[in-house]
């Protein structure tokens, strides 16, 4: 007769399970801020939107929530390919918290879901490490996530991860791009790299085009290839809070464009109201070694590095003219972030044309 079947024969073991979710907690409790509150064993995380806690009170009038929900994308296969799990975390936190800061928003709360074939406590912990100090660099509380076992959707040693972002952001301070107008500057904050953009094209160009292993050391990048391709995601949080803290009353920001998939042609114009066009002008920023380095290698067109990758520039932002050169020496002395004039508003379409 044979045994009973249970859930371990099915692929999945709760033992090993509890040995996973044992480990989260210091992980998420890092993150907290005074605003989050404990629900001991509860089905959900708790945040206070408005909490008169002495210095950190806050007293919003009209707020408006913003959230965000993105992945990692390909950049997974490489953290496998290598065993290096600590920094694709960033990056999922990047992509959705830099996305809601693009409608003015202070980051409050994330969530992840993290999907593999088979409980692994080790791996997880790595990867919810590198969420835990995204949220941290973010400045916003990891509260809660779900880890799913699915043993007939991936293969062994894989995963895939989704990240949820919560902000908030009043009414008033909203942006929508609605007060960009012919004029404004368009400052563009530095990119760490790749981010996590553009990876089916950058492996197909590095791996299989060039032949290259992920240990290869490239002297033009000054490092080994899976260092460069796993470079986490910039996360722009406190780069744009010093600028709000310095300029505390005019509305000297007026739009925002999180530069991802569609890169510097297709991002900009979403911002953009009827009537008004983007003039960026090239060399007016550095462009990291790694795009040109792949560019070379894979002999692509130009059109397509600038629709596929981010090409130095991670985040957009239009300002008023007579401060944008006060905001990009603040970016770049007070928070550490390179930053450069790249271009400004012209009349025209909603689309980028280049100088």
């Known amino acids: 007769m044979s045994e009973p079947l249970n859930y371990r024969s099915a692929g999945v073991d709760l033992t090993t399970y509890d040995e996973t979710m ?51 994308g390909t950049k997974l296969k490489l953290a496998v390919a290598t ?31 993290v999907a593999m074939s088979k409980d692994d406590p080790e791996l997880t912990t790595q990867v919810v490490k590198g969420i835990s100090d995204g949220c941290i660099e973010a400045e916003c509380a990891l509260i809660g996530g779900e880890t799913a076992i699915l043993p007939e959707f991936y293969q062994p040693g894989e995963y895939d991860l989704a990240g949820f972002c919560l902000g908030v952001v009043e009414r008033r301070y909203l942006l929508k791009g609605e007060e960009i107008r012919v004029g404004d500057k368009v400052i563009g904050l530095a990119s760490s790299g790749l981010h996590s953009n553009g990876y089916s094209l950058a492996r197909k160009i590095v791996l299989d085009h060039a032949g290259l292993k992920l240990d290869d050391r ?3 990048l000054g490092r080994t290839v899976a260092d460069e391709l796993l470079q986490p995601t910039r996360i722009y949080t406190r780069a744009l809070k010093e600028v709000y803290r310095h300029y505390r009353v005019k509305r000297i920001i007026h739009g925002i464009a999180h530069i991802t998939g569609g890169g510097l042609i297709d991002n900009p114009p979403r911002i ?28 692509v067109a130009d059109d397509e590095m600038f629709r596929v990758f981010n ?24 928070a550490g972030i390179p930053a450069w004039i790249i271009g400004e508003v012209v009349p025209g379409a909603r689309e980028v044309e280049w100088a």
């Open 218 to 220: 490239v002297e033009e």
């Open 22 to 72: 044992a480990r989260l907690p210091p992980l998420m409790r890092r993150t907290f801020t005074p605003r989050v509150m404990e629900w001991k064993d509860g089905f959900a995380g708790l945040f206070r939107l408005d909490a008169r806690i002495g210095l950190l009170s806050r007293t919003y009038r009209d707020p408006v929530l913003v959230a965000s929900t993105d992945g990692v």
């Open 272 to 299: 953009l109201p009827e009537g008004c066009g983007m003039r960026l002008k090239r060399g007016s920023w550095t462009v990291p070694p790694i795009f040109p380095w792949l560019q070379r290698l894979g002999g």
């Open 83 to 113: 065993g290096r799990h600590d920094t694709v975390g960033i990056d999922l936190v990047a992509m959705s918290v830099n996305d809601c800061l693009c409608a003015g928003a202070e980051p409050l709360i994330f969530l992840d879901y």
């Open 311 to 334: 090409m130095g520039i991670g985040m957009v932002v239009v300002a008023a003219d007579y401060y944008a050169e006060s905001i990009v020496r603040h970016l770049e002395q007070k």
